[in-house]
């Protein structure tokens, strides 16, 4: 197996956490004093965007773009949000991230701070991940006890753990939560850039988006592209594997790198029964079959082969697994967790699980089939945030590339892929 180029994971040893004098010996808070000593905030948002790095949250939004949105010169209060709120099934490139080196978020962070001129940062944490929230309480208490904060202007940044719900990762949503009223989203525009926390300028960047701020610093834009794979990406990506693969562990692997390459790192097919599909980015992305292989695992060509690179939690499923029973497992996931504030998501998710449901179990009919059409085109584009559209993603992917499974329930009136 090629080795790649390990930049976030380079200190990464399994189950031991690297704090700040293991840190600092690799090289660590050296972007930080390269920013403060010889680049201005606004050189620091040109060299990101120069960077070409795009969110890994799963939207792929450019950062230097938002940075450069942000209002950093207009005095008054302004925020940085972390969004550590990792709870899409299939995705945990954050908490392994968190868990080897928090240290680099925490560079991220300030630098980011420096760079937007905020003074106020949140970290906001999933529930279940105390060990990542703990890790980061002594990441800061080592940052500001070595003096990082204080000469980043006295920046405070406070850790924040989730209430427990999907919808607290949505960006909006989060920042109700963080402001302690009920975490539904907001419309946007305006976006958070222009009214955000509290309703101030704020903005919020993944986990894993800040850890490669303070590598595109002392590396530069060009050595970040450079590490892609492909023409027109850049940096490298946290792949979460799990699903039917021999290995199913998160890797770092360069952006661009082919979903074949992807599986063969992930050791191949488990048992070696042949690959039948993937979600690649996340539940909330349409799947791909054997026939997208050589794709890039990239935002642009994802989307041209009709799914989306998401968050690059790459789950993958072997012949003789029921897509409709998959789909059916995600849908209970979404439906459970819409916040309720839209139509289309509320009842719409539901109306969704029970088609699949009704399939699934042996109650199908054309009817069905032709219901579940028409909900994706009613949900899809029509609700108040990502979560409805999100959902709709596998449910898009079983349309367009198992419709015959959908028709062979229907026909035999059970699951064909249930032995009995
Ligand atoms: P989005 O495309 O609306 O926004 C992405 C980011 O860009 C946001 O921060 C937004 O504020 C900013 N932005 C977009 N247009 C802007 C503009 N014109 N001006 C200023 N800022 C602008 O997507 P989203 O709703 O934030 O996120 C959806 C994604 O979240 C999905 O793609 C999904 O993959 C991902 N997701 C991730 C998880 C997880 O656990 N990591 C969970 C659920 C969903």
Partial sequence: MTKHPQVLFKNRLPGETVFIDGFRKTGGYRGLEKALKTMTPAEVRETVKDAGLRGRGGAGFSTGLKWSFFPADQPGPKYLVVNGDEMEPGTYKDRVLLESDPHQVIEGVIIAAYALRVSEAYIFIRFAYERCARNLERAVAEAEAAGFLAGAGGLKIHVHRSA???????ETAQLNGIEGVRPTPRSKPPFPAVKGLFGKPTTVNNVET????????????????????????????????SGHLKTTECFELP???????????????????????????GASTPFLTAAHLDVEMDFDPLSAAGSRFGTAGVTVFEAGTCMVGATLNLLRFFARESCGWCTPCRDGLAMVRWI??????????????????????????????????????????LLEHFEDELEDHVRQGRCPF???
Avoid at 164 to 170: P, S
Avoid at 271 to 281: D, E, Q, S, T, V
Avoid at 389 to 396: I, L, S
């Fill in 210 to 241: 800040l850890a490669c701020v303070p590598h595109i610093l002392t590396g530069g834009a060009d050595w970040f592209k450079g590490l892609a794979q492909n023409a027109g990406g850049a940096g490298t990506k946290l792949f979460g594997l």
């Fill in 356 to 397: 699949l449901e009704e399939i699934e179990e042996g109650r199908g009919s054309a009817e069905l089939i032709a219901m579940l059409r028409d909900q994706k085109r009613n949900i899809s584009g029509r609700s108040f945030c990502a979560l409805a559209e999100g959902a709709m993603g596998p449910v898009t992917g």
């Fill in 164 to 170: 427990g719900r999907y919808i607290l990762g949505e």
């Fill in 418 to 420: 249930v032995k009995n």
């Fill in 255 to 281: 952006v661009g790198i082919t979903l074949g390459e992807v599986i063969e790192i992930g050791g191949g097919m488990r048992g070696g029964r042949p690959f039948k599909a993937c979600l690649p980015g």
